[in-house]
């Protein structure tokens, strides 16, 4: 279903509450944790996502939300906002302004709405269902008549070497079979690359083993601005559990990057 003007409205209110927090953080040396996985955390994380989390109950308290900071609430409610106040938080905490506030609405189960916000270069991208993708409330477009070898792929990339529980030997491969495979290779900039994608600057986005709060602001950003985004298998995505990601400017390019992962 089409997404209101009332939610649309919302989210980027959301954006805003965000940005006015981190940009109060950004490049003040905070203090760094490590979580079980041994992904950085910061004040600024918690102190965002609670920001969030405290508008959407007060204006829609039977709202789901899943967060990847604060846990999850009412799962099981119509409409869920999913949560990642700081994507890249160790752009956030080395001061470099890739990272950016992911938020999502799912639907009974699907993904409608998405903000993709960097809010110290205030570049803001919004797209759902039935609204089409923008950037700063002008049209965003993926690019067109790119193939594989002439692409511009991001990734995670190399860190994946590192932390071999974030993906397994086989997906490594199938990650350095489409790297080596693309015109061009950027990696790191988390979900940033989605908005990249989104406006035409880059052709394919993959990433292994994302949590449902780093992609599914992206799924209706990338879709609203003409762009395919799955997972490994072409299968849509599932907000509801870990997944591999591709997504990628056209279904021609989308299918060629598949083959690259399969063999």
């Excluded at 003007?5 to 927090?21: I, N, P, S, Y």
């Excluded at 990650?175 to 495979?181: K, M, Q, S």
Aim: hydrophobic share 40%; charged share 25%.
């Amino acid at each position: 279903m089409p997404v209101t003007q009332e939610l649309v409205g919302f989210a980027g209110l959301l954006a805003d509450t965000a940005g006015v927090v981190l940009r109060r953080h950004f490049r003040r040396g905070l203090a760094v944790e490590s979580k079980s996985d041994l992904s950085p955390v910061t004040a600024a994380d918690r102190e965002t996502e609670a920001a969030l989390r405290g508008a959407i109950e007060k204006r829609f308290p039977k709202h789901g939300v899943r967060g990847e900071e604060l846990g999850s609430i009412r799962l099981d409610a119509e409409y869920v906002w999913v949560l990642d106040p700081i994507d890249g938080t160790r752009s956030f905490i080395t001061g470099k302004p890739l990272f950016t506030t992911l938020i999502g609405l799912v639907h009974r189960g699907e993904a409608v709405l998405g903000v993709i916000d960097q809010p110290i270069t205030r570049e803001r991208w919004l797209g759902g269902v039935g609204v089409d993708t923008t950037l700063n409330g002008q049209p965003a477009r993926v690019r067109s008549g790119v193939g594989l070898d002439d692409a511009a792929l991001y990734t995670t990339g190399p860190v994946y070497e590192g932390h071999p529980t974030w993906a397994s030997q086989p997906e490594r491969d199938a990650l350095r079979r489409l790297i080596d495979a693309a015109g061009q290779r950027h990696y790191s900039a988390d979900g940033y690359a989605f908005g990249l994608l989104a406006g035409g600057w880059c052709d394919v986005v993959v990433e292994a083993a994302m949590e449902p709060h780093d992609f599914c602001a992206a799924i209706p950003v990338v879709r609203g601005a003409g762009g395919v985004i799955t997972d490994w298998d072409g299968a849509p995505l599932d907000w509801s559990r870990k997944s591999n990601v591709l997504a990628a400017a056209s279904t021609t390019l989308h299918a060629a990057a598949l083959v690259r992962l399969r063999r």
